[in-house]
T-cell receptor
Framework: DAKTTQPPSMDCAEGRAANLPCNHS???????VYWYRQIHSQGPQYIIH???NNETNEMASLIITEDRKSSTLILPHATLRDTAVYYC???????????FGKGTRLHILP | GAVVSQHPSWVICKSGTSVKIECRSL??????MFWYRQFPKQSLMLMAT?????????EQGVEKDKFLINHASLTLSTLTVTSAHPEDSSFYIC????????????FGPGTRLLVL
């Protein structure tokens, strides 16, 4: 399984873009990159996923490098409600399991 | 997105009793569901895969006789913590794949268990 590496914590000013990096240097060609976040005492919330191309939805943008060894989740205008632990996950190919790493604790500063 | 619910949202029980937690997919069918456990300040740990119509598959180190899983229908999976002890106190979360190609996992809100 490909594993991911994320910084343990990050700060971002409210209203600014939050850029969360993730390294997944051992990712296989058919494995997707998923991002979830977990707000305190809640279940994880799906944000976005991608394979090769950059993706954008109403919540965020996902930028995947050409070699697919790393990616960045971008929250374009962070608000206090975006304070959460963000998990970058590479989806296993053998089944639907999602294995969580330690994630990045994002603090949005007022 | 798809909606997954859990019941109860929290439960307190005495040591030695059994506790059942339900996980439901509200607007889609799920032949597979997943159960996770999360201790304070830690990440989610996958416990087992619940399979509709067949036995659950457990991750290494998870006691199948301790954590009984039943996938009774295409919208319901239950996790029973048998003979609960204080060390079983945790946040239990389920998920189910949905969407086109079942590409996305949707998570329930979690059940907080406190064993006294």
């Amino acid at each position: 399984d490909a594993k991911t590496t994320q910084p343990p914590s990050m700060d971002c000013a409210e209203g600014r873009a939050a850029n969360l990096p993730c390294n997944h240097s051992t990712i296989s060609g058919n494995e997707y990159v998923y991002w979830y976040r977990q707000i305190h005492s809640q279940g994880p919330q799906y944000i976005i996923h991608g394979l090769k191309n950059n993706e954008t939805n109403e919540m965020a943008s996902l930028i995947i490098t050409e070699d697919r060894k790393s990616s960045t989740l971008i929250l374009p205008h962070a608000t206090l409600r975006d304070t959460a632990v963000y998990y970058c996950i590479v989806r296993r190919t053998l089944d639907d399991k999602i294995i969580f790493g330690k994630g990045t604790r994002l603090h949005i500063l007022p | 997105g798809a909606v997954v619910s859990q019941h109860p949202s929290w439960v307190i029980c005495k040591s030695g009793t059994s506790v059942k937690i339900e996980c439901r997919s509200l607007d889609f069918q799920a032949t597979t569901m997943f159960w996770y456990r999360q201790f304070p300040k830690q990440s989610l740990m996958l416990m087992a895969t619940s399979n509709e119509g067949s036995k659950a598959t457990y991750e290494q180190g998870v006691e199948k006789d301790k954590f009984l899983i039943n996938h009774a229908s295409l919208t319901l999976s239950t996790l029973t913590v048998t003979s609960a002890h204080p060390e079983d106190s945790s946040f239990y979360i389920c998920s189910a794949p949905a969407g086109e190609g079942r590409e996305t996992q949707y998570f329930g809100p979690g059940t907080r268990l406190l064993v006294l």
